[in-house]
């Protein structure tokens, strides 16, 4: 299981289709991934396990999220703690 | 890039949209005979002095006037829906690229590998070299790989534009808060403008859009060269 999710990471290219968001409307994607990507974290790291498999959602949200989204909005919840 | 007089369409540079200009050409090729059949019916009654007052209905006519133009939207609604679907095709992307818009400029943002991100400005009328074109010629272009599915997401800084494209068949609405996904395919090598296509201020008009089609190294050493300039 972790050698598929290392070689999926090493082959990316580009968030591919995901199909819990098939329309235009992207939003919710970036955002999911982001919020994914932490948890995956704070879950992996709080069991003492190697977060490298948590590299996936950041690949994907740093392809989908605008800059200014990431370093501002998003980063300014993760700080206060605001994202739950 | 459209020529003087055109009146037609730009020549598209993806496939989908090559689909729409034969379509266009289709519908309207049937509008005109439509429309070309009204006027002869309507100036051959008009200048006749023969007069008929015995005439109470007629069945076939009116089964032939009937039948004749719903079997002629189908012929339109056919084709209409095939294409309707084949824009909605899941495709699965090689590239993602961001364009924001802002008052008055997009800019751009590749980050599938390393953060790369630049702003487009237009090129002022009187910095124009020669041959170049007056408001759609910007600073830095976007560049993509041809041949290569590209997803652009779509959002806006402040208020609403519109990013279009008109030779790749995109036209993709820039509101602030929402991230709006294109998808195209960049068929053949060559420059395509667009301008923005929501009113969004004063300088709405200048601030238009170039996306460069390159084969797929020279879009390697662009973006090298970008990241090193950055």
């Known amino acids: ?67 200014s989204w990431v370093s501002l909005s998003y980063q300014k919840h993760l700080n206060n703690r605001t994202f739950e | 890039m459209a020529h003087p007089t055109q009146l037609g369409f730009k020549d598209a540079a993806m496939p989908v949209m090559e689909e729409l200009l034969h379509f266009h050409d289709h519908a309207l ?46 012929l339109i609604a056919l084709p209409s829906l095939r294409i309707l679907y084949l824009m909605d095709e899941i495709n699965d992307p090689h590239l993602t690229i961001k364009a924001m818009g802002h008052q008055w400029y997009w800019s751009y943002e590749y980050t599938d590998y390393e953060n790369l991100g630049f702003d487009s400005y237009m090129v002022p009328t009187q910095d124009l070299a020669p041959g170049q074109f007056r408001l759609l010629e910007t600073d830095h272009r976007m560049v993509v790989p041809m041949e290569s599915p590209v997803r652009v997401l779509v959002s806006a800084e402040d208020v609403l534009h519109s990013w279009a494209v008109p030779s790749l ?54 973006s090298s060269l970008m990241l090193e300039d950055a």
Request: hydrophobic content about 45%; some cysteine.
């Open chain 2, 169 to 222: 068949g995109v036209k993709m609405d820039a509101v602030p808060g929402r991230l709006n996904q294109a998808a195209f395919i960049a068929s053949r090598p060559g420059v395509f403008y667009g301008q923005c296509s929501e009113i969004c201020g004063a300088n709405h008009s200048f601030m238009p859009i170039v996306v460069e089609a390159v084969p797929l190294e020279h879009f390697e050493n662009w």
């Open chain 1, 1 to 67: 299981m972790a050698d598929v999710i290392d070689d999926k990471i090493k082959n990316y290219r580009t968030a591919p289709f995901d199909a819990r968001f098939p329309n235009t409307n992207q939003t919710r994607n970036c955002f999911q991934n982001y919020l994914d990507f932490h948890r995956c974290n704070k879950a992996l790291s709080s069991k003492g396990q190697d977060a490298s498999p948590c590299e996936w959602y950041q690949r994907v949200y740093q392809s989908l999220c605008p800059m």
């Open chain 2, 29 to 74: 090729m049937i509008v005109l005979l439509i429309s070309t059949l009204v006027l002869y019916i309507i100036t051959a009654m008009v200048s006749t002095k023969l007069t008929n007052k015995y005439i109470l209905d007629s069945q076939e006519i009116e089964i032939v006037w009937t039948i004749l133009p719903a079997v002629i939207l189908v």
